[in-house]
């Protein structure tokens, strides 16, 4: 009996932190002048490639800064959560290859969340993980032009892991593999949302691939109406 209550106990407590779980909203903002991007000149130059890309010669986009400062592709996520991962009934990410480029180029699934990749180029590709953390396979895979689906997943958490494409070394992606829900991916004028978080105090942590890989940090309470946190990246 005592027992029988106390599953009852849990499972109305983890009901009720379900239905007041609340949205935590922000924006990321770039201080500082970025270095100029590049021109992508293999891509430009490549004789089956370069015919997608006939106006002005592609560039990089390592920092991509909206017009008030927002740093779009920045990682916004709960710290210090582990083994929350509902990946394995996550819809597929998909990441589609298109004139010889990956896109998005920055993106984040979680632990056991099915990476799907697309070849929409009429070349072909190979997609070609590069781990750095133990637990998370390195993968090789050849895909031809129309040729089917590829699938990736990762096991353990891990920031900007590399996919590359060794036919076409200018390709490049970048996933964050996170072992919970909690996290998001900001837009073109650095906004995220991180829906349902259940009420508490986190600490949350944003991270980008150039300005601050190893993340910039602050403690936030999520309560029934909400929460809000705003990173600032400095550029020394």
């Not at 990956?102 to 072909?124: C, E, H, M, R, W």
């Not at 590829?150 to 096991?155: A, G």
């Amino acid at each position: 009996m005592k027992m029988k209550f106390a599953l009852t106990l849990a499972a109305f407590a983890a009901a009720l932190n379900l239905a007041t779980a609340a949205d935590l909203t922000g924006t990321v903002t770039l201080k500082g002048t970025p270095p100029p991007e590049k021109e992508i000149g293999p891509l430009k130059d490549d004789a089956t490639c370069g015919k997608f890309h006939t106006g002005a010669a592609p560039m990089t986009h390592f920092y991509s800064v909206g017009a008030n400062g927002g740093l779009a592709d920045a990682v916004v996520m709960l710290k210090g959560i582990t083994g929350k991962s509902t990946g394995a009934s996550a819809p597929a990410m998909i990441v589609d290859q298109k004139g010889c480029l990956y896109t998005p180029q920055i993106f984040a699934v979680q632990t056991g969340q099915t990476i799907t990749i697309k070849n929409s180029d009429p070349v072909l590709h190979n997609v070609h993980s590069v781990p750095a953390v133990a637990g998370n396979t390195e993968e090789n895979k050849a895909q031809m032009p129309g040729g089917a689906d590829l699938s990736f997943s990762f096991s353990k958490p891990e920031n900007f892991m590399k996919f590359k494409c060794d036919v076409h070394p200018w390709m490049f992606a970048w996933v964050t593999v996170v072992d919970h829900p909690w996290f998001a991916v900001t837009d073109k004028d650095g906004k995220f949302t991180i829906k349902d978080v259940p009420p508490g105090k986190y600490t949350v942590t944003a991270l980008h691939r150039k300005g601050a890989p190893a993340g910039v940090e602050q403690e936030v309470e999520v309560k029934a109406d909400g929460a809000k946190a705003d990173f600032t990246i400095e550029l020394k």
